[in-house]
Structure formats: structure tokens, C-alpha cells
């Protein structure tokens, strides 16, 4: 129960394929309360009048598209890369390229997951070898809080070493559990010819992963 000029928050999450098209707080004689927008959209506040409110959402379909030239229509990838440019989450390699077939860095990962997460702040020098300044310095401070991340040994990170299949399963199964998401869906991977090669600390994330439908195996 919020007092009047209490600061109230209202989270809008919509659904995969959607996106918020306007948002209206009145209070009970039908006169607007003006919000404000904070973490990229994801959370809204309002002082609270001295009356109640009504809070109304509406959603409307998104439409992607790719602008990328070396992202072709048909390909497997087309929607995938559509949607993270178009939400923000990744940006092209150059001013019109995405450079799909590319390699992905841990770094970059991480600040995948941050803009995700709304960018929050984080204290930087989590690790020696992530300095301030960078793309991925909060992100990767904010990984490290949140365990998401925990370096690679002697208060490393390795930002731009590219990441492997086990380490992003790692990555995103902790996201998952620090989101609430639930984590209980498991696959079978003792079947992959190459099943030894796992890392004891990923076999647990990589049987989630592709037990979710996150990753498949490459043949």
C-alpha cells in the first residue's frame, strides 16, 4: 500500500514477440500521472497522488527485421539476429555487418546478458585484467556479483578470449538462476561422441542448456 508521494514501481515485461506500446496511470477522477522510464524501458515509477490509481498496459507486435548485408533472408539465423539488434542487445561489426559466422568473445557474452538485465550499475575490479573504461567493464562487474561469472583463475577474467560452448551453457544457466528462471530441465548428452570432453564444472549447465533447447549439438 503506497502513501501519497511515495515512489512507486511498476515492471512491464512483455511477451517474446511484443512490445510495450503504451503504459497510462490515473488516479481515481481519471487524471494522468506522469511516469518516468528507467533501465531501458523494463521499469517505470510515478509518485504516488493522494488517491488511488489505475494502472492500463497495452502491447503491440514487434516486427523484425535485419539490415545487416551479411545476414540473408531465409538463413537460419535471420529472426535470432533480428531480434537482438533490434532489442539492443548486440550491435554489427561495422555499419551495415553483423559478421555472423564470426567468433563471440566472453566479454561479449556477458554484455549480452547485462543489456538483458536492463544494464545495472556495478563497482568495476572484479578481476585485474578487465580495467575500467571498457565496453564490457560493468557488465563483467555486474557478472562477477551476481556469480554469473567467476574468472578463469588468479583474479582473471580473459574478456576477449572467445568464449567456448561450455562456458556460455555455464554462463547461461547461472543467468538463468539468478533471474529465478527455473533450471530443472535436463538432457541426456552422454550420447555426444565427444561427451568426455566436458568439463566437470559445465556438464550440469550443458545437460540444462540442451535439455532446454538453448544448444544442440553440432551434429
Known sequence: MADEDDLVSVYITAETGYQLDKLVVEDEDG?????????????????????DVTVTATFKSKSYSSNFIDVARGSWYYDAVSYV????????????TFSPD???????IVTILW???GEPSALTGA???????????????????????TGVGNNRFEPNTNITREQLAVMLYR???DCGY???SRAN???????????SYARDALSWAVGAGLITGTT
Open 127 to 149: 578481476f585485474t585484467d578487465v580495467p575500467a573504461g571498457q565496453y564490457y567493464s560493468t557488465a563483467v562487474a555486474w557478472a562477477s556479483r551476481e556469480g554469473i561469472v
Open 115 to 117: 543489456r538483458l538485465s
Open 31 to 51: 487524471r494522468s500521472v506522469s511516469t518516468n522510464t528507467i533501465a531501458n524501458g523494463v521499469r517505470y515509477t510515478f509518485n504516488m497522488p493522494d488517491s
Open 102 to 108: 564470426g567468433m563471440t568473445s566472453r566479454a561479449q
Open 189 to 199: 548428452i552422454t550420447g555426444y561422441y565427444d561427451y568426455a570432453r566436458v568439463g
Open 182 to 184: 527455473s533450471t530443472t
Open 175 to 177: 543467468y538463468a538462476q
Open 85 to 96: 539488434a533490434s532489442e539492443g542487445l548486440m550491435t554489427g561489426t561495422g555499419t551495415n
